[in-house]
């Protein structure tokens, strides 16, 4: 768990405790899910960490950054998905960035 209310710390010092916390954690999932290699029991380990929201969330999120690798226009891609423009103006900046995680995983696992 992370840092409760600490009434003998300062509010500053107990926000700075939970993100390391939470930084470590994320760290750990992370080699834990690169180390698997197996699709099926990540699937399920997913499954369990998740609700069936951030599922969608995630899924839509995915499949965005593809409409928008393969050249689709923001608004083809709100009316398919039914997403605000918004949430596809944030997936189209990070597939802009220069050292885009996802833009190398779409070029390299995902076909056109």
């Known amino acids: 768990?992370?840092?409760m209310n600490d009434t003998t710390k300062p509010k500053e010092?107990?926000?700075k405790e939970r993100k390391d916390?939470?930084?470590a954690a994320l760290d750990e999932f992370y080699s834990v899910?690169?180390?698997?290699g197996d699709k099926f029991f990540f699937r399920?380990?997913?499954e369990c960490l998740t609700t069936p929201n951030e599922r969608e969330e995630m899924a839509m999120r995915w499949q965005l950054s593809k409409e928008i690798k393969q050249g689709k226009t923001q608004r083809e891609i709100a009316k398919k998905l039914g997403l605000s423009?918004?949430?596809i103006t944030r997936g189209s900046k990070e597939l802009k960035k220069s050292d885009s995680a996802l833009d190398k995983v779409l070029e390299r696992f995902v076909s056109p």
């Open 21 to 23: 916390l939470i930084s």
């Open 1 to 3: 768990m992370y840092p």
């Open 85 to 87: 423009l918004c949430k």
């Open 33 to 36: 899910a690169a180390e698997t």
């Open 13 to 15: 010092q107990q926000e």
């Open 44 to 46: 399920q380990l997913f």
